[in-house]
């Protein structure tokens, strides 16, 4: 199974370099979370990211998340956080919202709608902010499907966003689209891998598109300390 899912990834990279054009670089992510259930409504997560560039020869960034989570309903679920990006360069402060829907179709597929807002900006200095670089406001839309392999551990998933710059003229201007497609093995009370590739493409002269390989491993200490209902007599 696992060679399978290689290959399918090999051969979506491979399909995808034909298809983008320009500068496309090919990047890298590697994830790990931890995050903790404080009861049915609450729940409080941590991020960490390393990221590489330049056909993955040279560092990109590295940054630390902090992000609150809100159960409305099971189905309904609002966030909000902070991250916190360095790199050789710059560093970078991003605060986001977010809104979530998550609806099964059935037992084994699922559909995933997201909408976030999100502020990024180099330095909270207001001279700054006003004579070199004005902060990066923007507003994303996602909508996804995931397939829950039956009798298996096994997810696959894949979604589509739309990213949108708020600006003066005009007030929401497209910059890029993304495309992801991935899968996830879930461990139970010892967390998630998951393995994903998303194209940017993005809307500027340039054409500085990029493919990005992601993998991650998410921990939750609830999961973790649960007890396991079958094994109790």
Known sequence: MINKIALLLVLFLVS???????????????????????????????????????DLQKFRSSSIQLETKYSLTKKLELSGGYRFTTSYVEDNHRFFVAVGYDYNLNKNFAIQLASKYQFSTNSFDPDFMNEFKEPVKMIRQKVGLEFNVPKSKLAFNTSAELFLKIDNQPYFKFNRMRYTVGTDYNFKKYGKFGISVFYDNKYNPMKDDRIVLVTKYSFSIHDFFKKDKSNTI
């Open 16 to 54: 995808l370099s034909g298809y983008c054009q320009g500068n496309t670089d090919f990047q890298s992510r590697f994830i790990t979370s931890v995050d903790y259930k404080l009861n049915k409504k609450w729940k409080f997560a941590s991020e960490y990211r390393y990221s590489l560039e330049n």
